[in-house]
């Protein structure tokens, strides 16, 4: 018995006659031809990757959205040991932290970096007919968090503050910068544990900076949170310490 049956069609692109296979009688009649569907496909890629650059870029404080990498004071060196890395390069560590009081260099370099990681999420799809998803980013700083986690609290800002923090749980890509300026109350540790516990179980790529290591960032904390989040946070992330 045959199970699949050849057919012809007409593109709706480029109005060449194209076979086909019919495989069931469910099959719906393609509306382009190889190349046409090939060229819708990469065309939808690169809108989702303009939509992923905007999105990054609306995500950016102004004064990192034009870093010249060939300034003398930019840290190239430091960059190139940055580009490097990437959320698959090795699975069991999506995270990526940079240490170290060298000035302003590492969230330069992070957000440098965030349009690299997130443009590399955009996949092609198998068909032409939808483009592909736009990976969801959300930036915060450690003093930032500590003001959201405190904001649930209020009234006037209970909403937006917790929209946020699950924004922040939830994202494809997450920069923390400055993580461990934030004092750690009971409830900031409580939910900075929560946050990153989330990230590790989902496996979702996250960047920070950091003036020291992760047993600075837990800095008083009640020790039975501590050790294990440091612990964390090393066993999750490739970090980079800038001396
Ligand atoms: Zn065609």
């Not at 992070?110 to 068909?127: G, S």
Request: some cysteine; hydrophobic content about 40%.
């Amino acid at each position: 018995m045959k199970t699949t049956t050849e057919e012809t069609a007409e593109c709706w692109q480029c109005q060449m006659t194209f076979e086909w296979t019919h495989t069931d009688r469910f099959t719906p009649t393609p509306r382009l031809c190889a190349p046409c569907t090939a060229d819708a496909i990469a065309a939808n890629v690169s809108k989702a990757r303009q939509a992923t650059a905007d999105e990054v870029r609306r995500q950016t404080p102004p004064r990192y959205q034009a870093t010249d990498t060939k300034h003398p004071d930019f840290n190239l060196k430091l960059w190139k040991k940055i580009q490097s890395w990437s959320p698959t390069t090795d699975d069991s560590r999506p995270w990526l932290g940079l240490t170290g009081s060298t000035g302003k260099s590492k969230t330069r370099c992070v957000f440098l970096l965030l349009p690299e990681i997130a443009l590399a999420m955009v996949r092609p799809l198998t068909t032409p007919d939808h483009i592909p998803p736009i990976p969801s980013i959300a930036v915060v700083t450690g003093y930032e968090f500590a003001e959201l986690v405190h904001d649930q609290f209020a009234d006037d800002s209970k909403a937006a503050a917790k929209k946020k923090l699950s924004r922040l749980r939830k994202a494809d890509v997450l920069l923390i910068d400055d993580l461990g300026k934030q004092r750690n109350t009971p409830a900031v540790a409580k939910e900075l544990f929560a946050l990153l516990d989330h990230r590790h179980a989902a496996n979702l790529a996250t960047l920070w900076t950091a003036n020291a290591t992760p047993e600075s960032i837990v800095a008083g904390m009640d020790a039975d949170l501590a050790a294990p989040l440091a612990g964390r946070i090393r066993e999750c992330s490739h970090i980079i310490n800038i001396s």
